[in-house]
């Protein structure tokens, strides 16, 4: 069984970039593809990212396409999400999950382990 904790949240301004890790412990990493997602309150979590076990292919949402990217490093057991140009619209809690489907896993049912999650605020 795997535990993740992400890191790197905080309060930004409008149009500012954040780095967001997850690291993992307590399993074997490269059994699993990693994704993100973010919640806000009274909404339903929403898919961000995702990257497969070796970090060979990422997938990124249409919603954040050309502003966010996924990487892994299974060396340090980390995965991190780049977020580029931030729009206060981005404010949410940050969540990753690992997952050991072999395919790209967009749904929260399809994530087995999960972190606390780190909220990020952008100001405008």
């Known amino acids: 069984q795997v535990q993740l904790a992400e890191s790197g949240g905080g309060t930004v301004q409008a149009g500012d970039s954040l780095r967001l890790s997850c690291v993992a412990s307590g399993g074997t990493f490269t059994q699993y593809a990693v994704g993100w997602f973010r919640q806000t309150p009274g909404k339903e979590r929403e898919f961000l990212a995702h990257?497969?076990?070796?970090?060979?292919?990422?997938y990124v949402a249409e919603s954040v396409y050309g502003r966010f990217s996924i990487s892994r490093d299974n060396a340090r057991n980390t995965v991190w999400l780049l977020m580029n140009n931030l729009e206060p619209e981005d404010t949410a809690v940050y969540y990753c999950?690992?997952?050991?489907?072999?395919?790209?896993?967009?749904?929260?049912?399809?994530?087995?382990?999960w972190g606390q999650g780190t909220q990020v605020t952008v100001s405008s």
């Open positions: 999950a690992a997952t050991d489907r072999t395919w790209t896993a967009t749904m929260v049912k399809e994530y087995d382990y």
């Open positions: 990257v497969w076990r070796s970090g060979s292919s990422t």
